[in-house]
């Protein structure tokens, strides 16, 4: 029992990337660059360029250069949007599907480790010690998330459904124009340049130097 509730607390931690993951950069000439919060590189990149690296190479994209920034994840929102706007880059506003998505899985997640935790706790006073050690685990994750949770946006019922199924459809269709840009070899103009070579920044050169 004790494995059980351990592994189900590590598998409700577990969120696997999508592209509806990804920090879209919309640039002034009409390309958009999606990149994942692994390629983007927050201490590389400098004040004039943010960097990312993809296939083992690093690029650049020059700030000046960039439109907008629009985000599909309240996720990557939350865990990238100080940084970006750091740079003074305008970022579009969440749309209220992924508000409500987002918002509606935090608090379900923090119901079921919520769960998890009172059985936990009960055996534990029930006579198992094992589970003292247990129960803190999805007592202190479902306190985290719902903390992240706004409950204005939390949905119910044949409401949470629809959204669950527009959130698949979603990311059915964004995978989709992945593959189909993938397969027609269009990469951004940035994708193409060089990867990044030392520069007079001090600090760009000590960061990619101790990579």
Not at 27 to 43: A, C, P
Not at 57 to 85: G, Q
Not at 119 to 124: C, K, M, N, P
Request: contains cysteine; hydrophobic residues 35%; proline residues 4%.
């Amino acid at each position: 029992m004790p494995i059980v509730v351990i592994a189900q607390a590590i598998i409700s931690s577990i969120s696997i990337p999508t592209e509806a993951d990804n920090i879209n950069i919309h640039m002034k000439d009409g390309e958009l660059i999606s990149l994942t919060k692994r390629e983007l590189k927050q201490k590389h990149s400098t004040p004039t360029d943010i960097v990312y690296k993809r296939d083992k190479e690093y690029h650049n994209i020059a700030v000046a250069d960039i439109d907008y920034i629009r985000y599909e994840s309240l996720d990557t929102y939350d865990k990238t949007v100080n940084f970006i706007d750091e740079y003074n880059i305008m970022v579009k506003e969440l749309d209220q599907h992924v508000l409500d998505y987002y918002n509606t899985k935090r608090y379900k997640k923090s119901r079921t480790s919520q769960t998890l935790a009172v059985a936990g706790w009960t055996l534990a006073v029930a006579g198992n010690p094992l589970f003292w050690a247990v129960a803190p685990i999805p007592t202190t994750q479902a306190a985290l998330t719902m903390k992240k949770v706004d409950k204005a946006y939390v949905l119910n019922g044949s409401e949470w459904k629809a959204c669950k199924k527009f959130q698949k459809e979603k990311i059915k269709d964004l995978k989709a124009k992945a593959k189909l840009k993938e397969e027609n070899g269009v990469t951004s103009e940035e994708e193409k340049k060089s990867p990044l070579m030392p520069t007079n920044n001090q600090e760009l050169e000590q960061n990619l130097e101790t990579k």
